[in-house]
């Protein structure tokens, strides 16, 4: 008994260890203040989590394949945190051709990890992260344009349609609002509880 303790005490420091660093720069990435308050940023950041699932509450996130070889975050030796196989998708930001944008993965282990008080379910997430590029600019209302066959079960490239204020916590940062998809709405979390915005989307017909 004395060892199966000691073997889980072990554990527990081993995946606290591998996680703090990952932690503390998350967290600063997501709420870094941009610019000094009542001074216009240089630019602002948008972040979106998004968790996908079936009519049925499945998630349709979990099992895509990530970046096993250079994970931000692992628990457990296990990458929890990192950028989606680029040969999975294409995404880009409508109006911006030229920018191609990364999906980030971060499993439901590690956000309730990372953030327990706004964790909801063990569901896998979707990051999707826009940079205004000109300086002092806001940008509204953003169009992801996704294509991944894994996500959606077809070759469509699919529109998510997203709206942005700027948040009321740190200067340069920004809530999203409101989200369609495919004809429907969705609302994310409220923006005091968060540094970035978070929603859950239902494909149907999944």
Known sequence: MKILK????????????????????????????IGKDGEDPPYYIHNLYLRFHDA?????????????????????????GSNVNPDLYTLYVEGIPKLIESLYFLSGEAFEWLYPDIANGNYDNLRFRFISPYFGSFTEKIIFKLKC??????????????WWKPS??????????????????FTPMDEEKTYFSIATVILEGK
């Open 149 to 162: 066959p894994y996500l959606f079960g077809d070759d469509t490239t699919h529109e998510i349609i997203t």
């Open 56 to 80: 049925s509450g499945n998630d349709l996130v979990k099992g895509i394949g990530i970046d096993k070889t250079s994970p931000n975050i692992t628990i457990g030796g296990v990458a929890a």
């Open 168 to 185: 009321t916590k740190a200067n340069g940062c920004t809530f999203c609002y409101r989200i369609e998809l495919a004809d429907k709405e």
């Open 6 to 33: 000691f073997a889980g005490l072990l554990l527990s420091i081993l995946i606290i260890n591998s996680c703090t660093q990952d932690y503390k720069d998350e967290v600063e990435d997501e709420s870094t203040v």
